[in-house]
């Protein structure tokens, strides 16, 4: 049974196959901005791409996988000119962004998501400066950009005479009765706003130091669209992408115009658009801008090991629908995600597992159901003589169990614990939970007693 996505281009469930006709994929993930920590929003849409990912790979495809980051931007030149002052350059606007990169890496690896060059390929903004401007030249020489005295922008109206597809990501007639020809020079704006976008934006006198210089082009330095087109060319060779994945909010502006940038140069450019719904707090989407997030450093206040256990909850939703999240609904995922490893490593309930294996890639083959095989996994953990099953389908969806199997000596300290607890002679039972922390065991209160687990770290 053949691998099935929905493709957000086409508005339908369709069959999977890779541009090369053979086994190779190229799967192209838009990165984050990195001029602060990432929110757990952010990582439900990368949890998302890794996801697709795996399930890719278990359909016997092999995987280049490629993310940017977008290190050169309005935020991150801004905040680099708020630390280093005036005189920053694109130097200290790497030393500013490493530390972002850096921890949105660990990030990655706390929800399970290799970080390793065999998996994936970061590519940095500031490392490609060069054939980001080579793409620039080339959409100028073929009509598609003009300059301007505060940079380089991209011709909707061009583009539109010769595709007359413009927008066609977000609906049929996008363009119907809307206005071109306006300029904007901000990265991110509405619908309503449709203008002419920036490739290159003038040194500003807020940019400080942080400029390219360029013959042709003068100073200054990349918008952010035209990243994604030129990181997408020069990983994949011009051969087009298979898959595209992002977060919903990125379909407009950022994928409409990576695709009318793309497209004159090289068509198709991309096969399959993924994308992946937000989530929410209090039905509102989580963002910075919002200040309704969270980051993983917040989930782990709450829960030990709390990349883990959101990845678990992501997955319990399909990635086309919105999800609420709360402190609550983490919690249950991480008891939930106790109660499968207990079950997966005491193996004693008579049973077959039937089909499941099938019901399995049945599942994720429809569209990513994720929920579904979540489903199914459950059913399978506990049955005698299904570890190995049970293992293979947590590796496709990422999932990690707890490791429930503990020595003699710390389920008797567990004891120890619970009994001062019943005493309320709390101080001595918080020393000893202290004690067999640092053992690298975890112990947790729930309504019905405590949970040990060894701890990850
Ligand atoms: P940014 O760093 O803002 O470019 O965002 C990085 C990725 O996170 C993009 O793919 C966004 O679409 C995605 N994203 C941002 N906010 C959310 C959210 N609340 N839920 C899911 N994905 C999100
Ligand atoms: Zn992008």
């Not at 363009?175 to 300029?183: E, F, Q, W, Y």
């Not at 992408?241 to 991309?270: K, M």
């Not at 929920?371 to 999932?399: C, F, H, P």
Request: aromatic share 10%; charged share 30%.
């Amino acid at each position: 049974m053949a691998l099935r996505l929905y493709n957000t281009l086409r508005r339908e469930i369709e069959e999977f196959k890779p541009a090369s006709g053979g086994n190779a994929v190229n799967l192209y993930t838009c990165g984050p901005t990195v001029y602060d920590s990432a929110h757990i929003g952010n990582l439900r849409s990368y949890i998302f791409a890794d996801v697709l990912r795996r399930v890719i790979e278990f359909n016997g495809y092999k995987v280049n996988w490629v993310m940017n980051i977008t290190d050169v931007d309005d935020k991150t030149i801004k905040r680099t000119v708020d630390e280093f002052g005036k005189e920053a350059t694109p130097e200290e606007l790497r030393k500013y962004t490493d530390r972002y990169f850096d921890e949105f890496k660990k990030d990655l690896v706390s929800v399970n998501i290799p970080t390793d060059q065999e998996r994936i390929t970061f590519v940095r903004v500031s490392d490609k400066i060069n054939e980001i401007k080579k793409f620039i030249k080339e959409l100028i020489k073929l009509g598609f950009a003009y300059k301007t005295d505060d940079g380089v922008y991209f011709s909707i109206e061009k583009y539109q005479k010769d595709f007359g597809d413009y927008g066609e990501l977000v609906g049929e007639n996008f363009l119907a009765g809307k206005k071109t020809g306006a300029r904007v020079r901000v990265d991110e704006y509405e619908k309503e706003n449709l203008s002419d976008f920036a490739l290159w934006k003038a040194r500003d006198e807020s940019d400080g130091n942080v400029f390219w210089d360029d013959k042709e082009l003068g100073e200054g330095r990349p918008g952010w669209h035209i990243e994604c087109s030129a990181i997408n060319k020069i990983s994949f060779g011009g051969a087009p992408t298979d898959i595209h994945t992002g977060g919903v909010d990125l379909i407009f502006p950022h994928h409409t115009n990576e695709i009318a940038q793309s497209q004159p140069i090289y068509e198709p450019f991309v096969l399959h658009w993924s994308h992946c719904e937000h989530l929410l707090v209090d039905d509102r989407k989580m963002a910075k801008s919002e200040g309704n997030f969270y980051t993983l450093r917040d989930l782990e206040k709450e829960i030990p090991d709390a990349g883990v256990s959101f990845r678990y909850l992501a997955l319990q939703t399909h990635h086309r629908a919105k999800m609420n999240f709360t402190i609550a609904a983490l919690k249950a995922a991480e008891s939930g995600l106790e109660h499968l490893s207990d079950a997966r490593f005491n193996l004693n309930n008579p049973g077959k597992a039937g089909n499941a294996e099938e019901r399995f890639a049945e599942a994720l083959n429809h569209d990513l159901n994720t929920a579904e095989a979540l489903a199914v996994l459950g059913e399978l953990t506990g049955l005698e003589n299904s570890g190995k099953l049970a293992d293979k389908m947590a590796q496709v969806l990422g999932i990690t169990f707890f490791d429930t199997e503990i020595p003699s000596e710390i389920k008797a300290l567990q004891n120890e614990y619970e009994e001062y607890r019943r005493n309320k002679q709390f101080v001595k039972s918080d020393g000893l939970r202290e004690k067999i922390k640092k053992l690298g065991y975890i112990v947790r209160d729930t309504e019905t007693g405590s949970i040990l687990r060894k701890s990850r770290k």
